[in-house]
């Protein structure tokens, strides 16, 4: 909505405004471009114009998409999947990820999806086995292995960790 609002504040007609991606009609002139630059900083949002930078955010977003805000579970081979929304070539995304980001793909997704696990565990509405079939691992002991060295905590301990925190929570009452 904000990119909107400022968008039309100054008098640009916009086709699509998407999680990190927006396309307007006209040339935005540099003064617009500048203008648009400060009012979107005014909120903690960055314009970017840079391609590569611009690739890396949309290869974020359709990771981060499809692990936090994909019900279905994840059956899809995430290189094939970034190649298809993109059209890139999976090996040019991978090299260009690395080079700008320091990490690979790979590791982003497995940060997303420990986080995800996190989340599931919290919510305490699936069991492991569950939660490991949703998020396609290929076993419980496989999803254990990945988010020790991740957190540094078993699923059993982060999980108690919880239902302390909450019954520290109750206890203050």
């Given at each position: 909505?904000?990119?909107?609002?400022?968008?039309?504040?100054?008098?640009?007609?916009?086709?699509?405004?998407?999680?990190?991606?927006?396309?307007?009609?006209?040339?935005?002139?540099?003064?617009?471009?500048?203008?648009?630059?400060?009012?979107l900083a005014k909120f903690g949002l960055e314009l970017?114009?840079?391609?590569?930078?611009?690739?890396?955010e949309r290869i974020k977003n359709v990771v981060i998409e499809l692990i936090h805000y994909t019900d279905e579970e994840l059956k899809v081979n995430f290189s094939d999947h970034l190649s298809e929304k993109l059209n890139y070539d999976y090996t040019y995304l991978a090299n260009l990820f690395s080079e700008v980001e320091g990490t690979t793909i790979e590791h982003f997704i497995i940060i997303h999806k420990i986080e995800k696990v996190k989340e599931l565990l919290v919510y305490d509405e699936l069991s492991l086995k569950e939660i490991s079939y949703k998020l396609h691992y290929s076993s419980v002991a496989h999803l254990s292995n990945q988010f020790k060295k991740i957190t540094g905590l078993t699923t059993s301990h982060f999980k108690r960790l919880k239902n302390y925190r909450r019954s520290g929570l109750v206890d203050l009452s």
């Open positions: 909505m904000v990119v909107k609002q400022e968008l039309k504040k100054l008098g640009l007609h916009f086709i699509i405004v998407n999680l990190g991606e927006v396309e307007v009609l006209e040339d935005i002139r540099p003064d617009q471009k500048q203008d648009f630059k400060i009012a970017m114009d840079d391609k590569k930078s611009i690739l890396i």
